[in-house]
Nanobody
């Protein structure tokens, strides 16, 4: 079973940057597509970005051009670089893993808080 641990959250002013990391253990990262999701207070969890096992990426319209997802299979790490942060980016950010062929994100991390002040 794969385990996911997020890190890198914190408090930042609007316009600033943060870099979130997701460390994967228990299984080889290369077997998984990976995603980042977020949940703001009082809102449903929403998709942010994803990267396939082959390196193809996809982004929510709200973060396109500002966030970049990447992966390093050798280090078992997935990164979300967040630039030009806005107060509406404030949320708990979750890393998720989708085993190739499974069709859904079946493994989740515990989340890391990102707070953007205006």
């Amino acid at each position: 079973q794969v385990q996911l641990v997020e890190s890198g959250g914190g408090l930042v002013q609007a316009g600033g940057s943060l870099r979130l990391s997701c460390t994967v253990s228990g299984r080889a990262l290369s077997r998984y597509g990976m995603g980042w999701f977020r949940q703001a207070p009082g809102k449903e969890r929403e998709f942010v970005a994803a990267i396939s096992s082959g390196g193809n990426t996809g982004y929510a319209d709200s973060v396109k051009g500002r966030f970049t997802i990447s992966r390093d299979n050798a280090k078992n790490t997935v990164t979300l670089q967040m630039n030009s942060l806005k107060p509406e980016d404030t949320a708990v950010y979750y890393c998720a893993a989708q085993l190739i062929g499974s069709g859904n994100f079946g493994s989740w991390g515990q989340g890391t808080q990102v707070t953007v002040s205006s």
